[in-house]
């Protein structure tokens, strides 16, 4: 019996290196902070011993888009900042992964004007939504551990054979 077909048949080679893989990207998220606006204060004590992220893995703070795999963008954004975002989030490896902080970053918040982009989802894919006006770390706790599922739910390995 060919190994193809003894890997199609029982797949536990295959979900126990995905469950393994996975748990530990999840368990090892490292935020690239793009702190646009006043939401990036709250982000800092998101990072800080109070809300203490490194719980979850997130205690790196990576300024670096080459060492970062999830982008939070926090803050409103203007057009000509977009151009330099996307070129950040291109320099990422793969797998990545962003949260919007913030109803600026998610829909543009009270800019409604020509220079503002009306939410990052129109250049950027998200991944979470954080809601609020700033929000509270907490809140971002929260999205940090809805990546966390989302990660853990993908399928990490692909077996060419």
Same mark, same amino acid.
């Given at each position: 019996?060919?190994?193809?077909?003894?890997?199609?048949?029982?797949?536990?080679?295959?979900?126990?290196?995905?469950?393994?893989?996975?748990? &530990?990207?999840?368990?090892?998220?490292?935020? =690239? %902070?793009?702190?646009?606006? $006043?939401? +990036?204060?709250?982000?800092? @004590?998101?990072?800080?011993?109070?809300?203490?992220?490194?719980?979850?893995?997130?205690?790196?703070?990576?300024?670096?888009?080459?060492?970062?795999?999830?982008?939070?963008?926090?803050?409103?954004?203007?057009?000509?900042?977009?151009? &330099?975002?996307?070129?950040?989030?291109?320099? =990422? %490896?793969?797998?990545?992964? $962003?949260? +919007?902080?913030?109803?600026? @970053?998610?829909?543009?918040?009270?800019?409604?004007?020509?220079?503002?982009?009306?939410?990052?989802?129109?250049?950027?894919?998200?991944?979470?939504?954080?809601?609020?006006?700033?929000?509270?770390?907490?809140?971002?706790?929260?999205?940090?551990?809805?990546?966390?599922?989302?990660?853990?739910?993908?399928?990490?390995?692909?077996?060419?054979?």
């Amino acid at each position: 019996m060919s190994l193809e077909k003894s890997l199609d048949n029982q797949g536990f080679v295959t979900t126990s290196l995905d469950f393994v893989t996975n748990w &530990a990207r999840s368990n090892a998220v490292w935020p =690239m %902070p793009m702190g646009l606006a $006043c939401c +990036a204060i709250e982000m800092m @004590a998101f990072a800080g011993p109070k809300y203490d992220a490194s719980r979850f893995g997130s205690e790196v703070m990576r300024f670096s888009p080459r060492q970062s795999d999830l982008m939070i963008v926090a803050g409103w954004c203007s057009y000509k900042m977009s151009h &330099a975002i996307r070129r950040i989030w291109d320099q =990422m %490896p793969d797998p990545k992964w $962003c949260i +919007a902080m913030g109803a600026c @970053a998610s829909t543009g918040g009270m800019h409604r004007c020509y220079g503002v982009v009306q939410g990052i989802d129109n250049f950027l894919p998200v991944d979470a939504y954080v809601s609020g006006c700033p929000p509270r770390p907490d809140a971002l706790l929260n999205a940090l551990m809805t990546i966390q599922e989302k990660i853990k739910k993908e399928h990490s390995l692909q077996l060419d054979m």
